[in-house]
């Protein structure tokens, strides 16, 4: 029949009792034959991979035996790879990796294990929400990097770290009572359950910062610091996300606003803090440096105004080197968009300091701050109107007149070389 020529061509021998079901099925009565479209599966996790779960599963429900096999396709503490954070991405489980130096103890493995899986069988609900690793700190940067990245404690030899891999979230907690070869991770379970129900916040690396770090025009802000200096109801605070050193252009920006008390300029450096992402859109780790204005007003700090690179009048704000880091851009912004309250007197100084500067910058050329969705709506309009004017008089007279002058330089060409030729022919 069918099915044995499909046999013998792969080279595939079948079981001789399958085969024979296989026959009387066929030979069965109609009625028979429909019963098999619902056929049940067997499925065979390994049994090292639970405590509870029967090493045999029985069901003719596909979502079933789906659910089934990625629950039971990666052991407990399973090697992290592509494979395993993919079933743990379908799974909707946090990974937990507990950190240690593989080279100086590389007898603890197995014991790390086994302290896992004595957790989970004392705490069988963190076994649904996590999935374990071991992860080597040399992956990390070694000791040194991985103490600054994570702020712990250099003398610190095992540290669990959670990431939820769908949203980014991490978390972090020494593992008590360590030794060289041996630690409690039973004192982690509380921690495990908060970070399971949301409730443990989440870490967020922050500099350090010292008093004395603030004593020039631009104050520093740390992840930590953070929220506490934007959301000054009584301040305009424009902060600049950088990385590495803070930008020549804010300190100068700091210097016109060093005498206005209701007015701070703040840097916030990428490389050393973690953003909080849900205030600001994840495009900003791929900029050199980004500004944002959170006004003097209680309704405005949920909201900060971003910095759009200024339009200058014949010239693409687009093409060239970056127009907005210019300081008398950036600080006309700041007087454009604030609502903190500035001496008359001492507004139109800045001003007429931002007119000179900004003269300067551009030849003369006027230019103006805005809010990043008003530069993308006049971005729209000032393209159309290019659009517009192709086609008209002046256009086409303006390229009449190129044609022309293009015309008479060939013209001047081709005589200086008849003259050229000529006087050679002559010598």
């Avoid at 399973?78 to 240690?100: D, F, H, I």
């Avoid at 910062?209 to 959301?231: Q, R």
């Avoid at 704000?317 to 001496?343: C, M, N, T, W, Y």
Wanted: net charge positive; aromatic share 8%; proline share 5%.
């Amino acid at each position: 029949d069918a099915d044995a020529d499909a046999d013998a061509s792969t080279g595939l021998r079948t079981n001789p009792s399958t085969e024979t079901a296989d026959r009387a099925a066929r030979t069965a009565p109609s009625s028979h034959v429909a019963s098999r479209k619902n056929q049940y599966a067997i499925v065979l996790p390994a049994q090292w991979t639970g405590f509870r779960d029967s090493p045999l599963f029985f069901s003719s429900d596909f979502k079933k035996l789906r659910d089934n096999v990625a629950t039971h396709s990666t052991p407990i503490v399973a090697p992290l790879n592509s494979r395993t954070r993919a079933a743990m991405l379908r799974q909707g489980k946090k990974l937990a990796l507990l950190v240690y130096d593989f080279a100086t103890y590389p007898k603890v493995r197995k014991y790390a294990i086994n302290r896992i899986h004595r957790l989970l069988g004392e705490h069988d609900s963190l076994e649904k929400a996590f999935s374990f690793s071991l992860s080597d700190i040399a992956l990390f940067g070694g000791h040194a990097r991985f103490s600054a990245d994570w702020q712990t404690d250099r003398d610190t030899v095992y540290t669990l770290v959670v990431f939820d891999l769908t949203s980014g979230l991490k978390w972090v907690t020494p593992v008590s009572g360590t030794t060289s070869d041996s630690f409690n991770l039973m004192s982690a379970s509380t921690f495990l359950s908060r970070v399971a129900n949301m409730s443990e916040p989440p870490f967020r690396k922050s500099q350090h910062l010292a008093e004395a770090d603030n004593n020039g025009p631009v104050k520093l802000v740390s992840a930590n610091t953070h929220n506490s200096v934007v959301t000054n109801p009584a301040k305009d605070v424009l902060i600049c996300l950088h990385y590495g050193e803070v930008p020549h252009s804010l300190a100068l920006v700091a210097m016109l606003f060093s005498d206005v008390v209701d007015i701070d300029i703040t840097a916030f450096d990428l490389s050393a803090n973690d953003p909080d992402l849900g205030i600001y859109p994840p495009d900003i780790l791929k900029r050199a440096e980004t500004f944002y204005l959170y006004p003097a007003d209680p309704m405005a700090k949920m909201k900060p105004i971003r910095y759009a690179e200024p339009h200058i009048q014949g010239q693409s704000a687009r093409g060239g080197r970056q127009q907005g880091a210019e300081p008398s851009a950036i600080a006309d912004f700041v007087l454009a968009h604030g609502k903190a309250r500035i001496e008359p007197k001492r507004r139109a100084a800045i001003a007429a300091a931002i007119a000179i500067d900004s003269s300067h910058a551009t030849g003369g050329a006027q230019r103006r701050a805005e809010p990043l969705e008003e530069a993308e709506a006049n971005g729209k309009g000032r393209a159309k109107k290019r659009k517009q004017k192709i086609g008209t008089g002046t256009a086409k007279e303006e390229r009449q007149a190129q044609m022309r002058t293009k015309s008479s330089k060939k013209k001047k060409r081709k005589t200086r070389t008849k003259a050229s030729q000529s006087r050679k022919e002559e010598l």
